[in-house]
């Protein structure tokens, strides 16, 4: 990215924001593959110097390209051409994230945090249709491509119903087909909201990511055996690292 070229000048007597032009500038250049994953861009000072703008415009250009997943910044080395962010398709659960990650050619692992007895939990115990007093099973877990933190999901199902699930290995094995193995129990639906929300100060702790303020796409799930509820799950995707795909 030669910024002495004449095509990366700035119009200044536009009603465009001159941060926006720039952040134009550096998609035309992902699209077109003048860029590339791993590819360096120019430093503040070099923005600067050569569109005549000043360092918080440029920055304020960066900094939305990284908070989006476009670009990331490495202490010390400078500003590069993010991975492409992980599709995942609406009509896939957090369940199948392992195969979606691993399509973008890294690897995937998966975190057990937690796996334990909770006492009944009112919206949960609601949502999957139990007595209000009922146990349930909390099972957390996280998910990484490579070394990286891109999910986490938390996932409730009734402990009277499916106490064999504490005894589950969930690394190697995802949750409904554990539920079909031991349980013949075939999850063939689920009803799905999806917000999208600021991550909190745990939030960023957890997913090990470098910023006060950060997206993340919240998607909370009901898995179902016919019309039957069978587990309740609230994940959260960093919005810089996963995309949901609609498909017609």
């Known amino acids: 990215m030669d910024l002495r ?37 120019p430093t503040e000072t070099e923005f600067c110097d050569n569109l005549e703008i000043s360092r918080p415009t440029v920055r304020q250009a960066l900094n939305e390209l990284v908070s989006e997943g476009v670009l990331i910044r490495k202490k010390k080395s400078g500003t590069f051409v993010a991975q492409p962010k992980i599709e995942l398709p609406v009509c896939i659960g957090v369940e199948d994230l392992k195969r979606s990650i691993e399509q973008t050619g890294r690897e995937c692992s998966i975190e057990i945090l937690d796996l334990c007895v909770l006492d009944a939990v009112e919206e949960v115990n609601m949502k999957l249709k139990l007595d209000a007093k009922e146990s349930l099973i ?5 998910w990484l491509a490579g070394e990286t933190p891109v999910a ?12 064999q699930v504490l005894e589950g290995e969930f690394r190697s094995i995802t949750l409904p087909d554990f539920l079909k193995l031991h349980y013949g129990v075939e999850v063939d639906s689920r009803d799905t909201k999806v917000n999208a929300t600021l991550a909190s100060k745990f939030d960023l702790e ?18 179902k055996a016919g019309d039957q509820p069978v587990y309740y799950s609230v994940t959260r995707y960093r919005g810089d690292q996963v995309s949901l795909k609609y498909m017609a």
């Open 138 to 142: 909390y099972l957390k877990r996280m």
């Open 152 to 163: 986490y999901t938390a996932t409730y199902l009734s402990r009277s119903q499916f106490g």
């Open 206 to 223: 957890l997913l090990q990511i470098n910023r006060t303020r950060a997206s993340l796409l919240c998607i909370m799930d009901v898995g």
């Open 5 to 41: 070229e004449d095509k990366y000048r700035l119009n200044k007597d536009i009603p465009i924001p001159l941060y926006y032009q720039i952040k134009r500038m550096i998609l035309n250049d992902l699209s077109s593959g003048k860029l590339k994953e791993g590819d360096p861009l």
